[in-house]
């Protein structure tokens, strides 16, 4: 991987050591320059778990992706700057212990040299640092643990707290997630499946584009607008740094098959 080609695109710069603080910038950076975005699954353009594909995609063809290629792919800049990353598989757990799939998200644990600390740039762009590995409220995001078993809840824009990702600290690799992802990326009951996005958050705002709805949220007021899908093509590339391959005519008749949300 090009680690100095990921560091000119998300805007870093390589640490000295693998501190926390230095974990902190390159999450920042990460997430406020890669976006979070489906566009090949409704393009019909096969999403691959191999690092060189990641890598391609999101550093030289100006693409973002979804949780499996953005954190396996953050994971791996991490290993090349010093640090320790272990990948976790998240579901979902209710506080019911109703549990959903094994795979269905992928999590980062980063040891620095002062301490273990949870990173995740794939989920919708809701973490913009990370958080330490510790039980306890850390901003927006509570952890908790008992027995095996770690969970977070995350605080809304409107002071809800909601139960996130569960996990157990099981060591995987990113070839593990390849089967999750592909229902993912074909099950026609794929959240992925049912809606187009693209979500990027910034330091004074956060954009997304749903099913061809434009939304910015701006000192907690949001607006939104329908766009047309040249317009949307035209946000992408404008406003999320997202490059579509091919001409309009070839893409948007797939897009424009996803019924609005």
Excluded at 42 to 62: F, M, N, W
Excluded at 211 to 220: K, L, R, Y
Aim: glycine share 8%; charged share 25%; hydrophobic share 40%.
């Amino acid at each position: 991987m090009d680690v100095d080609a990921l560091l000119t695109k998300i805007g870093a710069e390589r640490p000295a050591a693998p501190t926390s603080a230095a974990l902190a910038a390159l999450h920042r950076a990460y997430a406020w320059t890669v976006p979070s975005e489906d566009y090949d699954i409704h393009l019909g353009v096969p999403i691959s778990l191999r690092l060189d594909d990641i890598a391609d995609k999101l550093i030289h063809r100006q693409r973002g992706g979804y949780c499996y290629e953005l954190n396996g792919l953050f994971a791996a800049l991490l290993r090349e700057l010093g640090f320790g990353v272990t990948l976790f598989s998240a579901f979902f757990l209710d506080e019911h212990g109703t549990r959903g799939p094994d795979f269905d998200h992928l999590r980062l644990l980063v040891e620095t040299v002062d301490g273990p600390w949870l990173a995740d740039v794939g989920n919708g762009g809701t973490w913009i640092e990370p958080v330490p590995q510790q039980p306890g409220t850390h901003g927006d995001v509570q952890v908790h643990h008992e027995d095996d078993l770690w969970w977070t809840v995350q605080r809304h824009s409107d002071g809800r707290w909601e139960r996130s990702w569960a996990w157990q600290a099981t060591p995987r690799e990113l070839a593990d997630f390849a089967g999750r992802s592909d229902y993912h990326e074909h099950d026609p009951d794929s959240y992925f499946r049912a809606r187009r996005f693209a979500v990027l958050p910034l330091p004074d705002r956060r954009i997304s584009l749903l099913n061809g709805v434009f939304s910015e949220i701006v000192d907690g007021v949001r607006s939104e607008r329908a766009v047309s899908p040249d317009e949307e093509r035209t946000l992408l590339a404008e406003r999320f740094g997202i490059v579509l391959d091919g001409p309009p005519g070839a893409l948007w008749p797939h897009l424009d098959a996803v019924a609005p949300a």
